[in-house]
């Protein structure tokens, strides 16, 4: 059984900084996108920032330059570094897994729809 565990969500002033952390179980994520999306109140889930089973990464316009996603092959955890928090970040940050049999071609590999595995989320405020 997969499960996904993030923390390291609170409440922090603008300008501030947080790290997530995500731990994986059940399953390797090496071979896998690991994808950071968030979800505000009464709006949808969006994508956030993807790290590639190749090293590379991939982030949503808004928190290009603040936000950096690194992951630990060897804890299978992956990491979302945010930095110069605005209020308009405020959501709950939820991890999920893209396996590598699911097929995606540009910005549909943002699309939530093709992440099989997620976590339960962790709340991120960030006060004015």
């Known amino acids: 059984q997969v499960q996904l565990v993030e923390s390291g969500g609170g409440l922090v002033q603008a300008g501030g900084s947080l790290r997530l952390s995500c731990a994986a179980s059940?399953?390797?994520?090496?071979?896998?996108?690991m994808g950071w999306f968030r979800q505000a109140p009464g709006k949808e889930r969006e994508f956030v920032a993807i790290?590639?089973?190749?090293?590379?990464?991939s982030y949503e316009d808004s928190v290009k330059g603040r936000f950096t996603i690194a992951r630990d092959n060897r804890k299978n955890t992956v990491y979302l570094q945010m930095n110069s928090l605005k209020p308009e970040d405020t959501a709950i940050y939820h991890c999920?897994?893209?396996?590598?049999?699911?097929?995606?071609?540009?910005?549909?590999?943002?699309?939530?729809?093709?992440?099989?595995?997620w976590g339960q989320g962790t709340q991120v405020t960030v006060s004015s």
């Open positions: 999920a897994v893209r396996t590598a049999s699911t097929y995606c071609s540009g910005d549909g590999c943002y699309d939530p729809r093709k992440y099989a595995y």
């Open positions: 059940g399953r390797t994520i090496s071979a896998d996108s």
């Open positions: 790290s590639w089973p190749s090293g590379s990464e």
